[in-house]
Nanobody, 126 residues
């Protein structure tokens, strides 16, 4: 069992930055692939970025490439999402998730993930 707790969300003006953190319980964190998803009001949950257990080859959605950066610290059981140059369309609830799979083509799919955090709100004003 893995428990995930996100933090770092908030209110920021367009062009600003936020850093989300996702702290995981459990001793097997380093064996999980980690993803960040987001869900805006009235929209489906979408993948933002994921990273496999080794931290290699992170995947970024086109909408966030060049602005967001995922990283993980396995010693601290934490994954981070640095979000720069934020836009109003980035406004959403952001969720971190953990998956036992390392199959990269599957990690874009929310159904691949075994554990989810409670979400943290990010609001970007224009």
């Amino acid at each position: 069992q893995v428990q995930l707790v996100e933090s770092g969300g908030g209110y920021v003006q367009a062009g600003g930055s936020l850093r989300l953190s996702c702290a995981a319980s459990g001793r097997t964190f380093s064996s999980y692939s980690m993803g960040w998803f987001r869900q805006a009001p009235g929209k489906e949950r979408e993948i933002v970025v994921f990273i496999n257990w080794s931290g290699a080859m992170p995947y970024y959605a086109e909408s966030v490439k060049g602005r967001f950066t995922i990283s993980r610290d396995n010693a601290k059981n934490t994954v981070y999402l640095q979000m720069n140059s934020l836009k109003p369309e980035d406004t959403a609830v952001y969720y971190c998730a953990a998956s036992k799979t390392n199959v990269l083509r599957l990690l874009r799919l929310s159904g691949t993930y075994d554990y989810w955090g409670q979400g943290t709100q990010v609001t970007v004003s224009s």
